[in-house]
C-alpha cells in the first residue's frame, strides 16, 4: 500500500508543522482536532509559515506568482476537521497531541476501531514507549514511532522508531513518509528516548546537577560546551528553551519506569524551579532570564 492520505491528529506547535511538511511532500493531509479555536490556530500558523516560505523564494530570485502559487498548491492539500470520522480512510495517521500515555492509549484505541484496516498509526511522542500505544491500537505490527524536531518546518531530522511487532513493510514505508516529507530519517528500536534523547536529556540533567553541586556556573558550563565541544547551545539553556516543565516530565517517566538506570537522576534544582512556576523561555525565566527568544 502506498501513502496518500496522511491524517495528523493534533494541529498545535508539533501537529501543524507535520501537516504542513506532509502536504509539501505531496500528500493529502486532514488535521483533526477537538475545538474549533485550536484548528483556526494551528492553520493559522501554516498560512504564517507558507507565506514566508513564499517570500524567502522570491528573495532568492523565484519569480512571484510560481512561490505564491507553489504555496497556495500546498495548503490546497491540508483539509480541518473536528471529526474524528474524517481519519478513516487515512493511509497513515500520525499522533500529535498532549504527551500523556493514557490520553494516547485512548486515542489509538478509538482510532484502531475507526480507521480501514489498512492504515499505518503513528506517535510522535518524544519520551513513551511505542509498544505501549502499539498494543492500546489493537493493531501492534502496522505501528510506528515517527518522531519529528521543533521546529518541524526547519529540523531536518525524523526518528522513525520501531517495536518488536512492527512489520518490515510497515517500517519501511513510515521512513518513505518521512524522507517524502524533506527529512533525514533514521531507525531505531523502541528505546527510552529513541536516539537523541536518550543521550541529550541524561546530558542536560548531568549540566544541572554540576550546577547544584556548584562545580561551574551556568554561564561557565554553557560556556564550556559551546566553546569546547562546538555545540550551538550549552546544555543549561537548551534546558530552558526546551522547557523545565518538559524536561522534568521525561525524567520523572524514566526513573518511574526504569528505577535501576543510574543515568535518569532528577536535579532537586529541576524541580524546585519547577515548582515556582520557572519554565523557561516560554515563561521568560528558568536558570536564565528570557526576552523573547533572547537570553538575558
Known amino acids: 500500500m502506498a501513502i496518500k492520505k496522511v491524517g495528523v491528529v493534533g494541529c498545535g506547535l508539533m501537529g501543524h508543522g507535520i501537516a504542513q511538511v506532509a502536504a509539501q511532500g505531496g500528500f493529502t493531509v486532514v488535521v483533526s482536532e477537538t475545538e474549533q479555536k485550536f484548528l483556526d490556530s494551528g492553520l493559522g500558523r501554516i498560512d504564517k509559515s507558507l507565506a514566508k516560505l513564499a517570500e524567502k523564494a522570491i528573495e532568492k530570485g523565484a519569480p512571484a506568482d510560481q512561490a505564491k502559487q507553489q504555496s497556495a498548491d500546498v495548503r490546497a492539500r491540508i483539509t480541518g476537521s473536528l471529526d474524528r470520522k474524517s481519519l478513516a480512510d487515512c493511509d497513515l495517521v500520525v499522533e500529535a497531541i498532549v504527551e500523556n500515555l493514557d490520553v494516547k492509549k485512548q486515542l489509538f484505541a478509538e482510532l ?8 499505518i498509526f503513528a506517535s510522535n511522542t518524544s519520551s513513551f514507549p511505542i509498544a505501549a500505544m502499539a498494543a492500546a491500537s489493537g493493531r501492534p505490527s502496522q505501528f510506528v514511532g515517527l518522531h519529528f524536531f521543533n521546529p518541524v518546518q526547519l529540523m531536518k531530522l525524523v526518528e522513525v522508531v520501531r517495536t518488536n511487532e512492527t512489520k518490515d513493510e510497515v517500517f519501511a514505508q513510515a521512513r518513505a513518509f518521512g524522507e517524502a516529507c524533506g527529512k533525514v530519517a533514521i531507525g531505531c528500536k523502541d528505546t527510552p528516548g529513541f536516539v537523541v534523547n536518550r543521550l541529550l536529556v541524561p546530558y542536560m540533567s548531568q549540566s544541572l546537577l554540576m550546577l547544584e553541586r556548584g562545580d561551574a556556573t551556568a554561564a561557565d558550563i554553557d560556556t564550556a560546551m559551546k566553546l569546547g565541544c562546538g555545540y550551538p547551545m550549552g546544555p543549561i539553556e537548551l534546558t530552558d528553551y526546551v522547557g523545565l516543565d518538559t524536561t522534568l516530565a521525561i525524567l520523572q517517566g524514566w526513573v518511574k519506569a526504569y528505577p535501576n538506570e543510574p543515568a535518569f537522576k532528577i536535579p532537586a534544582c529541576l524541580e524546585t524551579k ?22 538575558q
Open 112 to 119: 484502531g476501531q475507526l480507521c480501514k484496516k489498512e492504515t
Open 274 to 295: 519547577v515548582k515556582e512556576g520557572k519554565l523557561g523561555r516560554k515563561t521568560g525565566e528558568g536558570f536564565y532570564k528570557w526576552q523573547g527568544d533572547k537570553k
